[in-house]
């Protein structure tokens, strides 16, 4: 299935001289991803929109080394490898079809700046070894808190994108926030007036 890319100015701003690269990350989900099991039918003509543009925004809060934990089909960590060549990216999953997928996407699109880790992220024994921590659709913030603060250094930062429940999770996540010492915890709206679907993201620093 070839999928339509709907803001082709705005996915070339964000993506600059990566967009070639990002395109052909999208052509591949678009043909294989619902037959592969990473991405359900109904997401395949919002990809551009939902997907691919809503990670890409979240670019520019990366820097250093960076693990996405829960990758699935790459998003956001594949798709922010791409924009970001100069930060390292280790993307943790634990189901086999989606680390051979992305192991797939790694070698195809030539990155060299990915390492793809297979494993959940309570069993990743790299405590604090991270710059930041990033998720996208794994779980509540309250639950998500105990996979992914214990990997970010001391003074690094969380930056998870999230739905329209952002606060609410804040709000429910606050003895977690107190028990794994995050500060400066907020809500970030990106690419408003920008992108057809705006991205949440919620920040914070860990102490
Ligand atoms: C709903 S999918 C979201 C995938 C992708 N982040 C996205 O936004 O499309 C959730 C992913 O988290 C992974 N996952 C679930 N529990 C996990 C854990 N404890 N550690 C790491 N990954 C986990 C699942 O295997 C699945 O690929």
Redesign the pocket.
């Known amino acids: 299935m070839s999928v339509l890319e709907p803001e082709p100015a705005v996915a070339a701003e964000l993506f600059g001289d990566r967009i070639d690269i990002a395109r052909q990350f999208t052509a591949a989900l678009a043909d294989q991803g619902e037959e592969r099991g990473l991405?359900g039918p109904l997401e395949l003509p919002r990809l551009w929109t939902r997907?691919i543009l809503n990670?890409v925004i979240a670019a520019p809060l990366f820097h250093g080394s960076v693990a996405?934990?829960?990758?699935?089909?790459?998003?956001?960590?594949l798709v922010l490898a791409i924009a970001r060549p100069d930060v390292h990216w280790t993307l943790?999953?634990?189901?086999e079809r989606?680390i051979t997928w992305l192991n797939e996407q790694v070698r195809e699109l030539s990155l060299d700046n990915v390492e793809v880790v297979r494993?959940?992220?309570?069993e990743v024994d790299r405590p604090g070894g991270f710059d930041v921590v990033t998720?996208?659709?794994?779980?509540a913030l309250r639950t998500l808190l105990p996979?992914t603060a214990p990997l970010v250094r001391d003074g690094g930062e969380l930056a998870v994108?999230k739905g329209i429940n952002a606060a609410n999770e804040i709000d429910a996540a606050q003895k977690q926030i107190k028990k794994y010492r995050l500060s400066n915890v907020r809500v970030e709206v990106l690419g408003e007036g920008v992108l057809p679907e705006i991205t949440r993201v919620v920040r914070a620093t860990v102490r």
Do not use: Y
Not at 68 to 77: E, V, Y
Not at 92 to 95: A, G, K, R, V, W
């Open positions: 991405i997907h990670s996405d934990i829960g990758s699935g089909a790459g998003l956001p960590g943790i999953e634990p189901m989606r494993a959940r992220a309570e998720a996208r659709a794994v779980s996979l994108l």
